[in-house]
T-cell receptor
């Protein structure tokens, strides 16, 4: 079983839709949760960061961590064509020498 | 803002050539990483370094070596490039307090 599972998509939605992106993980010791956005042919950029559990909101983006279910989510409200990218989840226990475990990435396309 | 700079965006090399990929960060981070990214395989860790002259193998180190002579600079070396090393190469440096990795723009390497 992979440590992190993420549906690779592709996911296609109309402009204005609410998007839900998800990852599941297997190790209950994971404490640090990140979402990265990667545009085509560019490097990943940090979008959201959460330590431990709970929700975090930043503009149209909300990151949610459910440690009891070992499930993390990224919600995008009022999605825009500029949100079209690949979204990667990344997690770590904080005791792995700095290494992050990345999901495979979900490719999102927002159609005008 | 953290800046991670990769020396080349695109490189074309011939089989058997020695290839150097350079990465520089401006945040005095101890940890630096090299990944390759291929469709369907996600991000795979090649090598990482947690201090000057220190290095650790990642998941796929074969055919690669690294050099960290100065804290800000981490180099990936392909001793004898092969066609199966055609890929997108990503460098990252890490804020250890939060475990966040910051990525460069990537180098797309083609080995012919």
């Amino acid at each position: 079983q992979k440590e992190v599972e993420q549906d690779p998509g592709p996911l296609s939605v109309p402009e204005g839709a609410i998007v839900s992106l998800n990852c599941t993980y297997s190790n209950s010791a994971f404490q640090y949760f990140m979402w990265y956005r990667q545009y085509s042919r560019k490097g990943p950029e940090l979008l959201m960061y959460t330590y431990s559990s709970g929700n975090k909101e930043d503009g149209r983006f909300t990151a949610q961590v459910d440690k009891s279910s070992k499930y993390i989510s990224l919600f995008i409200r009022d999605s825009q064509p500029s949100d079209s990218a690949t979204y990667l989840c990344a997690i770590t226990t904080g005791n792995q020498g700095g290494k992050l475990i990345f999901g495979q990435g979900t490719e999102l396309s927002v159609k005008p | 803002d953290v800046k991670v700079t990769q020396s080349s965006r695109y490189l074309v090399k011939r089989t058997g050539e020695k290839v150097f990929l350079e990465c520089v960060q401006d945040m005095d981070h101890e940890n630096m990483f090299w990944y390759r990214q291929d469709p369907g395989l996600g991000l795979r860790l090649i090598y990482f370094s947690y201090d000057v002259k220190m290095k650790e193998k990642g998941d796929i180190p074969e055919g690669y070596s690294v050099s960290r002579e100065k804290k800000e600079r981490f180099s990936l070396i392909l001793e004898s490039a092969s066609t199966n090393q055609t890929s997108m190469y990503l460098c990252a440096s890490q804020d250890l307090a939060k475990n966040i990795q910051y990525f460069g723009a990537g180098t797309r390497l083609s080995v012919l």
